[in-house]
């Protein structure tokens, strides 16, 4: 899916995206790169939940490494689970490992974050904890 800008046929680049708040809303920003119209999407809820649970990406795809916006989802998710959270570019390279062994190794890079001091998994980091594990 994308945002296409009616005067120009442009697909939106994305420009903020905002993290799921209490009440489960998730907001996000879209411009035009060539006449600057903007859009705006607001979830609900129920919406938010829906898109996490089908692992659907919202926004740019395979282009510039990755959706920012999926990584906004996915680092709100884990904070509710008690996770940390992930900066895009880390979350972009957890999505290169193989699905099957994805959740512990991201449970490995998390315990490693946590004894190291870390509150927030960025690139840097991961490189640490390879280096760590020899991986």
Known sequence: MKFLCLACDEPMKLTEAVPPDESGSLAAT??????????????????????????????????????????????????REGGLAWTAGALARLDRIPEMVRPMAR?????????????????????????????
């Open 30 to 79: 879209f411009r035009c790169p060539r006449c600057g119209a903007g859009v705006a999407m607001l979830t609900n809820a129920h919406e938010t939940d829906v898109v996490q649970s089908l692992g659907v990406r919202i926004g740019p795809s395979g282009k510039g490494g990755g959706c920012p916006f999926t990584g906004v989802v996915r680092e709100a998710q884990a904070a």
């Open 107 to 135: 449970q490995g890079i998390e315990q490693f974050a946590r004894s190291a001091g870390h509150e927030l998994v960025d690139e840097s980091v991961l490189e640490q904890a390879r280096t760590g594990m020899r991986m």
